[in-house]
């Protein structure tokens, strides 16, 4: 909450605070106390979020010519504050103005209470809250051209947004100034960034290396009392997906813009006025403050679709992984619908090449026999962006025109979701084509979800038939190098307070048998994927037989285990080390446990997250005496139960919560 640098007069607050109801004049109070505060350090803004943990700040440095403003993130714990980020760098150059040095501030104004209920159909959570507390800061430049900036603190962390007022004129953004200045003690959990958002996420002890980093980015104050992740958005077609840049100065994460392809340097947004940034995200609490968060979709526009009875999140099968080229084949393609059927899954998906089936039938053939098994399928496409992926079918979503034709036929055929690849930029102009794509979709009610792409910037709650991403290093990875093996352990066990925190994650989980290079991973591990990680559609990726020859305690948990969830609570973890994730679903709990390192692990299962004198059947099933092994037990549990597990070296172990009645 905030107050800005003006009179105060005590006298006339006591006036006011006389007329407020109870609650009013409580924050009416907390305003007073607060603005009295930033007036002895000279400050302009402070707001505080609504549990008071969470404190974005505005600053002011001068020093000769230089006269440039500043954010500081803190979080209050046990009643002292923990710096988080010390200094962030604002502004913004366009074209035509410098909206960075020697901004005079003109005002900030009045507190404004955000409080949002909406509901989810798909993700971590089905209820949501969005709950914050805003001010717009009113800047002038020396040509008395105006930006404001927008802040607002969270219960669970801060974010803040430009935005350009007045009407009409386009501009380019020549750069944004926005620079994350970390501690150098500080732990970090971050991927370098690549094309395709797929590298590994490592743990670096400090700010040693210097490199362009992808979303999101998990730190760790030296004290260990805060959490933080850094991340964007709500980014649209007004600007383009950025990245983070340390190479200039390893303690400075700078916002960067995405390079064309022939490398002749950043390719500039283009905005038209009235115009407001993506929002600039810091997730920050504990770890599972982090884990639980939805601040990213949060902040972004509701849903742009009015009947949504068409949205089917689930489970799916997936040939690709076992079979690279599975789909020319209609006997694979077959048996994949089979799969799906038996295990109770309500799609299969056809990858690339489905152009190219044959061996006993074609498409209209495969989806009859799909459709003849209860289950639906889902199609792959190429982008067609870049000319040089020529996969296919190629070309068929490039235009509007093109994807107006080849959604009806879809529609009439009776294809009920589409995944499309190989994107791989981030400039303005794919913002466009992903979220035309999205637009285009709707009309037909067909589902999306993206590979070879972004990492998710909230557009699921706006769209909510984009049903996944991939934009992680996923299983897809043991067919594609020796390294994964041996990387996929401690990478699986950041990738929950990382990667999936943003958004639904198409990692492709859940592997017994092996692909192209074998996994190191227990069954028990790769059984715990599927509550570990969340994605609206689910592709499990292994072959029929690691499904039909598991024991039929594993076959039948995941028959049975939901990929939507009502709500999420970190249990125990450490990224790089395990995660223990509890996930609710109605009246019931599932607990997915993973082992990241090299030791065995026995770890306590405690239950304090059920209702008092509410008992429940537990089915838990963890690794055997060897990684290829599980056994199963039952037991009755209630809120001060405890249980002990044993997780083997890279191991893991899944649990269901039935209520008895």
């Known amino acids: 909450m905030l107050k800005s640098i003006n009179n105060i007069k005590h006298k006339d607050m006591a006036e006011c605070v006389k007329r407020m109801n109870s609650s009013v004049k409580r924050w009416i109070a907390l305003s007073c106390l607060i603005s009295l505060t930033m007036l002895a350090f000279s400050q302009p803004v402070k707001v505080v979020s609504p549990n008071q943990k969470n404190i974005i700040e505005l600053f002011n440095h001068q020093d000769g010519n230089e006269n440039r403003w500043f954010l500081k993130i803190s979080y209050s714990r046990a009643g002292s504050n923990v710096e988080a980020v010390s200094r962030v760098d604002i502004g913004l150059l366009r074209n035509d103005q410098d909206f960075s040095n020697n901004l005079k501030f003109i005002k900030a104004s009045k507190p404004l209470i955000i409080d949002e209920q909406y509901s989810m159909l798909h993700g971590k959570k089905q209820k949501c809250t969005n709950s914050a507390n805003e001010v717009v800061v009113y800047f002038e430049n020396s040509n008395k051209e105006k930006m404001n900036l927008i802040l607002r603190a969270y219960n669970d962390g801060v974010t803040f947004r ?132 939805t601040l990213v979709d949060d902040v972004c526009p509701s849903s742009v679709i009015v009947n949504t009875d068409w949205i089917k999140p689930g489970i799916a099968s997936w040939n690709y992984w076992s079979n690279n080229h599975g789909t020319k084949d209609y006997k694979t393609v077959c048996e994949f619908a089979d799969l799906a059927a ?50 296919t079918p190629v070309d068929r979503m490039l235009t509007h025109e093109k994807r107006m034709e080849e959604f009806a036929k879809l529609k009439k055929l009776g294809i009920v979701g589409v995944k499309i690849d190989f994107f791989l930029n981030e400039k303005q102009e794919m913002m466009k084509y992903y979220l035309d794509i999205l637009d285009d979709a709707a009309k037909f009610n067909i589902m999306v979800y993206f590979h070879g792409c972004l990492v998710p910037r909230g557009w699921a709650r706006t769209y909510p038939h984009l049903m996944t991403y991939e934009g992680i290093r996923g299983a897809e990875w043991y067919n594609n190098g020796p390294e994964f093996t041996s990387a996929a352990p401690s990478h699986n066990s950041i990738i929950p307070f990382t990667r999936n925190v943003v958004g639904s994650m198409d990692y492709t989980p859940v592997t017994f048998t092996n692909s192209q290079f074998p996994h190191i991973t227990s069954y028990g591990h790769e059984l715990a994927l599927s509550v570990v990680f969340e994605s609206g559609i689910q592709h499990m990726a292994d072959r029929p037989s690691g499904y039909y020859s598991l024991p039929d305690a594993a076959k039948t948990f995941l028959m049975n285990v939901p990929n939507t969830w009502d709500d999420i609570k970190l249990l125990d973890g450490y990224p790089g080390h395990e995660v223990i994730m509890a996930r609710n679903k109605g009246s019931q709990w599932y607990i997915g446990g993973i082992n990241g390192e090299n030791v065995e692990k026995n770890k306590i299962l405690k239950f304090d997250f059920l209702p008092e004198g509410a008992k429940y059947k537990l089915t838990l099933i963890a690794d055997g005496e060897h990684d290829k092994e599980l056994k199963a037990q039952y037991m009755v549990v209630e809120k001060t139960s405890l249980v002990d597990v044993k997780m083997l070296r890279r191991g893991g172990f899944v649990a269901q919560l039935i209520p008895i009645q």
């Open 342 to 391: 038996a295990m109770g899954w309500p799609y299969t998906l056809l990858d690339w090449e489905w152009d190219q089936m044959g061996n006993g039938g074609n498409l209209e053939d495969a989806v009859k026999y799909i459709y003849s098994k209860g289950v639906k399928p889902l199609i792959w496409y190429n982008s067609g962006a870049f000319k040089w992926i020529t996969a």
């Open 162 to 293: 430009y935005e350009f007022p007045g009407k009409g004129g386009s501009y380019v953004i020549k750069d944004e100034l926005t620079s994350y200045h970390i501690n150098s003690a500080y732990k970090r959990w971050i991927q370098m960034f690549d094309l395709s958002n797929e590298w590994l996420f490592k743990y670096y002890k400090n700010d040693s290396v210097q490199a362009i980093w992808g979303y999101p980015a998990l730190f760790n104050s030296a004290d260990s009392a805060c959490w933080f992740l850094l991340h964007e958005a709500d980014v649209n077609r007004s600007y383009c997906a950025s990245r983070l840049n340390n190479k200039a100065d390893k303690q400075a994460y700078k916002i960067t813009f995405p390079e064309d392809w022939e490398g002749n340097g950043e390719v500039l947004p283009i905005i038209t006025l009235p115009w407001k940034s993506p929002w600039r995200v810091v997730i920050m609490g504990s770890l599972a403050d982090i884990t639980a968060s």
